[in-house]
């Protein structure tokens, strides 16, 4: 499976652009913490880029995301992939056991949060984001209140890392494609 064939099954499957932005910002992330531990930033960002396609054709938590496996396999995705994404939520009862699995937890929730934390900015871009802005938001459970922040610190002390580090990190896997993510200042300039 390459990453033309998963972006063609996000296509046939997402048609909220926001959704859409969320899965590749979650790739970006995947893959660049592929690259960090030497891994292959391709399998593990078709996990980030697939984690969350049938969303819209499965939107409850009895449904998403194992009703789509089925569809994956259909597709010839990698049984690694499927089971990943399995993974990724807490009610399928899959185990996160490798890296990858644990990497995908990590970053799912915060790379929704980043994305508010810089659309609330003035500049509306990532490039002036720092980890410092998003901690600043973090304490604020109004703001971006769908993001399970208790959830965010679990998985990231499951994969071992310091959370500031984790959110920089991020943040900086996010910039390459942030004019596809509506992260690159031009709404700003909407305004």
Same mark, same amino acid.
């Given at each position: 499976?390459?990453?033309? /064939?998963?972006?063609?099954?996000?296509?046939?499957?997402?048609?909220?652009?926001?959704?859409?932005?969320?899965?590749?910002?979650?790739?970006?992330?995947?893959?660049?913490?592929?690259?960090?531990?030497?891994?292959?930033?391709?399998?593990?960002?078709?996990?980030?880029?697939?984690?969350?396609?049938?969303?819209?054709?499965?939107?409850?938590?009895?449904?998403?995301?194992?009703?789509?496996?089925?569809?994956?396999?259909?597709?010839?995705?990698?049984?690694?992939?499927?089971?990943?994404?399995? /993974?990724?939520?807490?009610?399928?009862?899959?185990?996160?056991?490798?890296?990858?699995?644990?990497?995908?937890?990590?970053?799912?929730?915060?790379?929704?949060?980043?994305?508010?934390?810089?659309?609330?900015?003035?500049? %509306? /871009?990532? /490039?002036?984001?720092?980890?410092?802005?998003? %901690?600043?938001?973090?304490?604020?459970?109004?703001?971006?209140?769908?993001?399970?922040?208790?959830?965010?610190?679990?998985?990231?002390?499951?994969?071992?890392?310091?959370?500031?580090?984790?959110?920089?990190?991020?943040?900086?896997?996010?910039?390459?494609?942030?004019?596809?993510?509506?992260?690159?200042?031009?709404?700003?300039?909407?305004?």
């Amino acid at each position: 499976m390459d990453r033309e /064939s998963a972006y063609a099954i996000v296509t046939e499957f997402v048609k909220n652009d926001g959704l859409v932005r969320h899965m590749l910002a979650v790739e970006a992330a995947m893959r660049a913490y592929a690259v960090k531990h030497g891994e292959d930033p391709e399998a593990w960002g078709l996990a980030g880029l697939l984690h969350d396609f049938d969303w819209e054709i499965h939107p409850t938590l009895e449904q998403h995301p194992q009703a789509g496996a089925p569809i994956l396999r259909e597709r010839g995705v990698p049984e690694a992939t499927i089971r990943c994404i399995q /993974s990724h939520a807490d009610h399928t009862g899959v185990p996160r056991e490798t890296l990858m699995e644990k990497t995908l937890a990590a970053v799912d929730e915060l790379t929704g949060l980043i994305t508010a934390c810089a659309l609330v900015r003035p500049s %509306k /871009s990532l /490039s002036d984001l720092t980890a410092k802005s998003v %901690k600043g938001k973090w304490k604020d459970k109004a703001f971006a209140a769908g993001v399970d922040r208790s959830e965010i610190e679990h998985n990231v002390s499951v994969l071992g890392v310091d959370l500031a580090e984790h959110i920089t990190f991020t943040i900086e896997a996010m910039r390459p494609i942030a004019e596809r993510l509506g992260l690159d200042g031009s709404l700003a300039k909407l305004h």
